[in-house]
């Protein structure tokens, strides 16, 4: 299998710095081998690229990108916890995707799926996680996704 | 204690072939003796059995059968990570039960209760779990309830 | 670094009786050395300190208090998981915060710094944890926020 850093690298992306917590908190805990990242919104060059709920404010295509880019970010404080070293990380464990939605809005499935298919592509079988994906009636800034993760580690 | 296998024979229960993903991710994840099954929705024979927020939609007593079968779903995909032997199930540690809502709804307990009691009912002390119940605005494909959970296993 | 018992006297605080479940799952279950505390409530003396929606019902600072609160009451069930002796938490690794929301409400993360600055008043280190804080259209008895915690313990 491919290293992840490869990648990423093929698939023209770089990891961003990883974003600093809003608040009174930490990007990531780790407890014995797994390792906990704080839920993340889809900043990208320190800005949201989606805000405000699907479909009435967003599409679900851009809000697909913002679940990737939710992801990236939380791929970026995981790097930070195995010292930039993606090659220690053994499984991608759960995924949390709460989705901005309209109350009619029921595809948050499609919606994740930008963050589930990244991680597959990086890291193939180490990447298939389980997943919890649901709405929600607004997030933290206004943003389209909010990303959690559990990861196991060397 | 009575056996799982023996208690859902009790109880007119069988395990339903385990749900397939509905994207890009997997029924269960195990990491060391903990399994993370992924948000299970209220199929039945391939049809969700629920829709809709409650009360508008569903009642209290429709959402609490539609999350008695969230968990049944959940045991299906837990079986499967057990190779079938649902005695390998040391302890259900947590529950997350997201029961679509209307704003007003506020017995989110009672409907997860239906999740809850079944799983006492099967296991006994080792199915006494933690859990969170919230309302949500709207759930994948229109479910009232979706249902997550952690077990230990040996 | 004073000891947890020692800070919450500092701070003026005491532990209250940890709540009872409204239902029928258990206030925490360890896992190894994961305790999974259910999902809090902002109960104090028995009472709700805070209903409704943020802001329509209830400020931003109330549902600051009320975060703080469920944590307090999160403590009490970890005490009870480490036989009161709180010096035995070695992390608090993860804290999932739902606070009641109106639609265009997306200060969750001020809501949710009651819940987190206190726990680093009172374990310092060991008490900063990764965090996801979401907007819920509903929660249970119309509480303001839930708080479920995940601490790792001797």
Not at 7 to 34: I, M
Not at 39 to 50: S, T
Not at 110 to 127: K, R
């Amino acid at each position: 299998m491919t290293k992840p850093a490869q990648r990423l690298a093929d698939l023209g992306l770089t990891l961003p710095d990883a974003p600093k917590p809003l608040a009174a908190y930490v990007p990531s805990v780790r407890a014995g081998n797994l390792v906990f990242v704080s839920g993340q919104l889809p900043f990208r060059d320190g800005n949201l690229i989606a805000t405000g709920p699907v479909p009435s404010a967003v599409s679900i295509e851009q809000a697909r990108d913002a679940s990737r880019q939710c992801v990236l970010n939380a791929l970026a404080v995981l790097a930070d916890a195995v010292e930039g070293d993606l090659d220690r990380v053994r499984q991608i464990v759960r995924l949390g995707v709460f989705v901005a939605s309209d109350p009619t809005f029921t595809d948050q499935p499609q919606v994740a799926n930008g963050a589930s298919e990244l991680l597959q592509d990086i890291f193939g079988d180490l990447g298939r996680h389980a997943r919890a994906a649901v709405g929600s009636v607004a997030l933290p800034l206004g943003a389209t996704v909010e990303v959690e993760m559990i990861a196991r580690v060397e």
